[in-house]
Each structure stands twice: as C-alpha cells, then as structure tokens.
C-alpha cells in the first residue's frame, strides 16, 4: 500500500501528558500537511510543510503543539502538556500543487 | 481559513435514489475537492475541480465547479448502501504561505436505506 500512514491509528493520554504522532506521506510528494477535525466539522488545517521546510503554521497551532519533517520524508506532531480540548482526530496528508490525500488520522482522547 | 457552506446537513434516502449536495462560499476557489469520509477513517479523494465551469464524473459521481468560482456541487446516481458516509467540500486557493491549505465545509451526512 503507496498511500498516507499514520501511526498510533487511537491514542488514550491523561491531561498534561506528551504525546507525539507519525506521518509517512506518499514517497514522491513534497508537501505535507497537517489538520485536525473535531466532532461533526470538517478538517481545519494546522501546518504544511514543503520538504523539511515548516512554511505555514495556523492560529490554530499553539506553543505546545511541534511540528518536524527532518529529512523531507515522514512528519512528527507533538502535543505538550496536553489538555482536554486537545481531544480531537488528527489527519496528515500529503500532494502536489492541486490534491492532497489524506492518512487514515490519529484519534486522540485526553482524559 | 475561509467558510464554506454546505448543504444539506444530512440526507436520508433509499437505495436507487440520486442525490446532489452543494457547497458555496463567499471567497473565490482555485480548485474545489469532493472527499468521502467513513467512521475513524481519512477522508477519501472522490474528485478534484480546476477549472470554472468544468464538469466532471467518476463513477457514478458528478460534481461541477462553478462559473463564479464561490461554489460547486456533487451528484450521486443510484445510490447504493456503501454510499453512506460523510462528504466535504474543500475549497483551495493558492498562497506562497499557506502552500495551498484546504477549507472544508462541515459535511453533508448520507444514509442510505436498502
């Protein structure tokens, strides 16, 4: 299988734990992102990388939420200290310039 | 990001029946995207629009990207069950920061009864 991975697919953490998520995009797409989707709305995007360049970080994204891609292939995200309404499933995707394909996501519940 | 306004919330409907759903903004869109996504799953790629006016299929699926560039829609013909599912709408517009980010509607929720 050439699509999006994601690994853990469901991640359980209690409040103010570390938890930190893998992306393995497809192997000849350069840019990566990042999104989250909550219950009932639609994916809303955190981060995009071009390579290993973090080009983009939305308002969304706060200081304890980390985003690397070292070697322009797979991507990390990492949630510090993390909180309640962290809670929520997180999608990477990767493309070129006009589609983007989404992973399988990570579903995370902060306890 | 921009909002999108998708239409209608939610579709209950019997198998065989065709079904169109619709998304509209008030910005303009470069590219629109249909995706399907099921329960704990990534959304799944249906169909991607370029251009204004263009009209295309897949499938059983059509879906049209608009002449004002603010919206687009996507027809299902004889539905069948494994149809059900969430679909969104993305709209794209590209930007040397935000590299293309996407802006979903919220979804339109389809049941499919045999």
């Known amino acids: 299988d050439t699509g999006v991975s994601q690994n853990p697919r469901h991640k359980i953490t209690k409040r103010g734990q570390n938890v930190t998520f893998r992306c393995d995009p497809i192997s000849e797409h350069n840019r990566l992102y990042w999104y989250r989707q909550t219950l009932g709305q639609g994916p809303e995007f955190l981060t995009y990388f071009q390579n290993e360049a973090q080009l983009e970080k939305s308002r969304l994204l706060s200081d304890r939420f980390s985003a690397e891609r070292p070697k322009g292939s797979f991507s990390t995200l990492e949630i510090q200290r993390t909180e309640q309404g962290d809670s929520a499933m997180y999608l990477c995707a990767s493309g070129g310039s006009e589609t983007q394909y989404f992973g399988p996501g990570t579903r995370l519940l902060v306890l | 990001g921009q909002q999108l306004n998708q239409s209608p919330q939610s579709m209950f409907i019997q198998e065989g029946e065709d079904v169109s759903m619709n998304c509209t903004s008030s910005s303009i869109f470069n590219t629109w995207l249909w995706y399907k996504q099921d329960p704990g799953e990534g959304p799944v790629l249906l169909i991607a629009?370029?251009?204004?006016?263009e009209l295309t299929s897949n499938g059983r699926l059509t879906a049209q990207f608009g002449i004002t560039r603010k919206d687009s829609f996507l027809n299902i013909s004889a539905s069948i069950p494994s149809d059900v599912g969430i679909y969104f709408c993305a709209g794209q517009t590209p930007n040397s920061n935000s590299g293309y980010a996407l802006n979903f509607g919220k979804g339109t929720s389809l049941l499919v009864t045999p």
């Open positions: 629009l370029y251009k204004a006016g």
